[in-house]
């Protein structure tokens, strides 16, 4: 019965739009609708309209049409997702969780995986996207599957695999303002009938766009890049039932970049009063001009480099297939800037100035995911599996004395994270049109900093219903239950003596975040399969979750960053995708969002230069009850729209329009004036044109229409009497233009 019902279902979807969600290429005046999106998502290969849960899926020529080079720009196409970003840091919100802590002990909440590798921080989480064959975005947590990082959700990346039957790749130059330069090149070279490599290779380079005033030249400007990325992929197909694919990827990058936690601030509170502008200057040093121009003299950089290799091995048992993904990575990253965020303060290499910077990292990683999957048409459905991860890392924050870099300025902080899983999960179709879904996974994590150890076992779960309606298996309504977490740590240094002494508060350790998640949903195709509309609504109970917060310690010069168990959120929404061609040149989507997050019982330490904020805080306890979470908007809207034009013998010309409208939100967990950013949207432009053979591409893009400043991320310090609001701010409007060959 699964065998007839598995057909229907993929007769429906293939006449349907599901492709045109994966973005296939298409030439003028033929049709969209090729064929459906298969994805594995939940470790096996499905179709997208086949999974209970909230996937969006993003296919390479859509990549390629969005602009989609890194994690940065999903947020336009992924309902409720919006990314916070500071320095090199990427900080994921989805569905009232948020990434707070980043470093080389942070935990993601959404985790990343490239290839089925887990990318340990939130610095490594920016490489390039280069030679994807696709990219899917699981909201909701995702424990049983994929363990204590997916706690928000998680983001696959699958790059392309080498292909063995003919040589080919591609060619793209791209220029643009500030002096942009991007050249990308793949190559694919079958050697022989069971043996293929394939290249992937991108340079980016350009200027600032950050403005900084105090120098008359562009090498000074903040968010400049010039980073490479390659990757090299073998594949042998041993015999009919095992392959070996082995790959190779290396990224560096050396930027002015900005600020850790933001590069400017904005405001300032003191007893209670907002004061708008740098609330910290020295005498004779000037305020910024604007977001994206500033005045420091003191210069910032960011050096990363990122190298790793990973082993995937398939062996189809005829029942089942083995499948082991092993993978070692090694990271080394610098990052440092002006930490008074202006003209004055101590300069490059003047006698006697002492100047906190940032931090210094060196870490590797190594995993093994060892599953067996079932084959095969019939009733029960299922895999398991065993994970295995461990982190070795060396860091320390860094600091200058007459102009010599201390990469270890604060000493050495040696960190160790563990973890171990079993899981398993299974589908079991009860009737022709009824599937009952079962998840579960073991977990035991260990960090160790050598003077502090710490282990903890979670035991998570999924229970799911599937229902199709219909004869033709076009609509499924499902519902689901399931829990996740985020393993806890440890805090160092003086700041827990000082805590403990001052307030009488524990804060060496701090527990694991939990959550249960309730979802239900709808997914249908419609418009004789021209259309595809999903929509899913949830409710997310979190608890003891991560609260961030930042304390000066009498006889310090910098602010001591420290974690502990904040309390409770309470978040639920509604989000809807919708995909649809009305005839073979037009392409619509949509994407709405809908989302109540706030904190219940939630407290972190007080900031009294804040005031009593109407009763919420005492002399040491902040309560953000009733407070948003970071990065939370109640309501989202993401759309694109394109036309092809079809020019006969001249090709295709097709124009897009991609929008999105967010309404207000705060951009840090302590809502108060300065942290507020306003409703606003964001626009690009895209024209397009594509010879008629479809080999050749040019296309002019502009990003950010509206040019407008939006925070994307804020944090409030307190330093003596003074509370200081800091900023990061979006990019501003750039163009460009690129030419792709393809062979």
Same mark, same amino acid.
């Given at each position: 019965m699964t065998t007839q019902l598995s057909t229907i279902k993929q007769?429906?979807?293939?006449?349907?739009?599901?492709?045109?969600?994966?973005? @296939?290429?298409?030439?003028?005046?033929? =049709?969209?609708?090729?064929?459906?999106?298969?994805?594995?998502?939940?470790?096996?290969?499905?179709?997208?309209?086949?999974?209970?849960?909230?996937? @969006?899926?993003?296919g390479e020529a859509m990549m390629a049409r969005a602009g989609i080079t890194d994690v940065t720009r999903l947020e336009h196409i992924v309902p409720g997702m919006r990314l916070g970003m500071s320095g090199n840091e990427a900080r994921i919100a989805i569905r009232g969780s948020r990434t707070n802590n980043v470093g080389t002990e942070a935990e993601q909440v959404v985790g990343i995986f490239v290839d089925d590798v887990y990318v340990p921080t939130t610095t490594q989480a920016l490489n390039a996207y280069v030679d994807l064959k696709r990219i899917e975005v699981l909201r909701g947590p995702q424990g049983t599957l994929y363990g204590r990082n997916t706690f928000g959700g998680a983001i696959n990346v699958i790059s392309n695999e080498p292909d063995f039957e003919a040589f080919s790749g591609s060619i793209q130059g791209l220029v643009g303002d500030y002096n942009r330069t991007r050249f990308q090149t793949i190559l694919n070279v079958p050697v022989s009938e069971t043996f293929a490599l394939r290249f992937a290779h991108v340079s980016d380079v350009h200027n600032g766009y950050i403005k900084n005033s105090y120098h008359p030249s562009t090498s000074d400007d903040l968010d400049d890049n010039d980073s490479q990325f390659?990757?090299?992929?073998?594949?042998?197909?041993?015999?009919?039932?095992?392959?070996?694919?082995?790959?190779?990827?290396?990224?560096?990058?050396? =930027?002015?970049?900005?600020?850790?936690?933001?590069?400017?601030?904005?405001?300032? %509170?003191?007893?209670?009063?907002?004061?708008?502008?740098?609330?910290?200057?020295?005498?004779?040093?000037?305020?910024?001009?604007?977001?994206?121009?500033v005045s420091r003299?003191?210069?910032?950089?960011?050096?990363?480099?990122?190298?790793?290799?990973?082993?995937?091995?398939?062996?189809?048992?005829?029942?089942?297939?083995?499948?082991?993904?092993?993978?070692?990575?090694?990271?080394?990253?610098?990052?440092?800037?002006?930490?008074?965020?202006?003209?004055?303060?101590? =300069?490059?290499?003047?006698?006697?100035?002492?100047?906190?910077?940032?931090?210094?990292?060196?870490?590797?990683?190594d995993s093994l995911e060892l599953q067996l999957i079932s084959n095969g048409d019939g009733d029960l459905q299922w895999v398991a599996g065993y994970y295995q991860f461990e982190q070795d890392a060396d860091w320390g924050w860094i600091s200058s004395f007459d102009g010599v870099l201390?990469?270890?300025?604060?000493?050495?902080?040696? *960190?160790?994270?563990?973890?171990?899983?079993?899981?398993?999960?299974?589908?079991?179709?009860?009737?022709?049109?009824?599937?009952?879904?079962?998840?579960?996974?073991?977990?035991?994590?260990?960090?160790?900093?050598? @003077?502090?150890?710490?282990?903890?076992?979670?035991?998570?779960?999924?229970?799911?219903?599937?229902?199709?309606?219909?004869?033709?298996?076009?609509?499924?309504? +499902?519902?689901?239950?399931?829990?996740?977490?985020?393993?806890?740590?440890?805090?160092?240094?003086?700041?827990?003596?000082?805590?403990?002494?001052?307030?009488?508060?524990?804060?060496?350790?701090?527990?694991?975040?939990?959550v249960k998640a309730y979802e239900v949903g709808i997914k249908t195709t419609l418009d004789e399969g021209r259309m595809t509309?999903?929509?899913?609504?949830?409710?997310?109970?979190?608890?003891?979750?991560?609260?961030?917060?930042?304390i000066l310690i009498p006889g310090e010069t910098a602010v001591s960053e420290y974690t502990e168990n904040g309390g409770e959120v309470d978040a639920s929404g509604l989000?809807?995708?919708?995909?649809?061609?009305?005839?073979?040149?037009?392409?619509?989507?949509?994407?709405?969002? +809908?989302?109540?997050?706030?904190?219940?019982?939630?407290?972190?330490?007080?900031?009294?230069?804040?005031?009593d904020l109407g009763g919420r805080q005492d002399d040491t306890v902040l309560s953000l009850k009733g %407070?948003?979470?970071?990065?939370?908007?109640?309501?989202? *809207?993401?759309?694109?729209?394109?036309?092809?034009?079809?020019?006969?013998?001249?090709?295709?010309?097709?124009?897009?329009?991609?929008?999105?409208?967010? @309404?207000?939100?705060?951009?840090?967990?302590?809502?108060?004036?300065?942290?507020?950013?306003?409703?606003?949207?964001?626009?690009?432009?895209?024209?397009?044109?594509?010879?008629?053979?479809?080999n050749f591409k040019i296309e002019g893009y502009i990003l950010n229409l509206e040019d407008e400043p939006v925070m994307n991320r804020s944090v409030i310090s307190q330093s003596g009497d003074v509370a200081r609001v800091q900023v990061n701010w979006n990019r501003p409007r750039t163009w460009g233009v690129s030419a792709t060959y393809t062979f």
């Open positions: 007769t429906a979807i293939a006449t349907g739009i599901s492709a045109l969600m994966a973005g @296939s290429v298409h030439a003028a005046g033929t =049709s969209l609708l090729l064929e459906e999106v298969l994805v594995t998502a939940e470790k096996r290969e499905e179709s997208l309209q086949d999974i209970s849960a909230s996937v @969006s899926v993003v390659s990757r090299i992929t073998a594949k042998w197909l041993v015999t009919d039932s095992l392959d070996i694919t082995l790959r190779y990827a290396q990224s560096d990058k050396d =930027s002015n970049s900005t600020a850790i936690w933001g590069y400017q601030f904005t405001a300032g %509170y003191v007893d209670g009063e907002y004061i708008p502008g740098h609330p910290a200057l020295e005498e004779g040093a000037t305020q910024d001009k604007g977001p994206w121009d003299n003191f210069p910032s950089a960011a050096k990363l480099d990122d190298t790793s290799i990973t082993l995937a091995i398939n062996w189809d048992l005829d029942f089942a297939t083995v499948k082991l993904t092993y993978n070692d990575s090694e990271f080394e990253g610098i990052q440092f800037s002006d930490f008074d965020y202006s003209d004055g303060g101590p =300069s490059w290499g003047e006698q006697g100035d002492w100047a906190f910077l940032g931090w210094n990292s060196s870490q590797t990683s201390s990469n270890y300025g604060y000493g050495h902080n040696l *960190f160790v994270s563990e973890s171990e899983a079993f899981y398993v999960n299974a589908t079991y179709a009860i009737a022709d049109n009824i599937r009952v879904i079962g998840g579960l996974r073991t977990n035991e994590d260990t960090k160790n900093s050598g @003077s502090k150890k710490a282990s903890w076992d979670d035991n998570l779960w999924k229970f799911a219903l599937e229902h199709d309606l219909g004869d033709d298996g076009g609509t499924m309504v +499902y519902a689901s239950a399931s829990t996740g977490f985020r393993a806890g740590g440890f805090n160092g240094g003086a700041v827990i003596d000082y805590i403990q002494d001052s307030q009488g508060r524990d804060v060496s350790l701090y527990d694991p975040e939990e509309l999903n929509v899913a609504a949830f409710v997310n109970e979190y608890t003891s979750m991560h609260a961030q917060s930042f989000e809807i995708e919708m995909q649809w061609a009305p005839t073979d040149q037009w392409y619509i989507s949509a994407n709405i969002a +809908y989302l109540d997050a706030e904190f219940g019982t939630y407290n972190v330490a007080a900031l009294s230069a804040l005031g %407070y948003e979470p970071a990065n939370s908007p109640e309501f989202s *809207f993401g759309g694109q729209i394109s036309y092809d034009f079809n020019l006969g013998n001249l090709g295709t010309l097709t124009p897009m329009l991609q929008t999105t409208y967010t @309404s207000e939100y705060y951009t840090y967990d302590i809502n108060v004036k300065g942290t507020d950013q306003e409703s606003h949207t964001k626009s690009d432009l895209r024209l397009i044109w594509t010879n008629a053979e479809d």
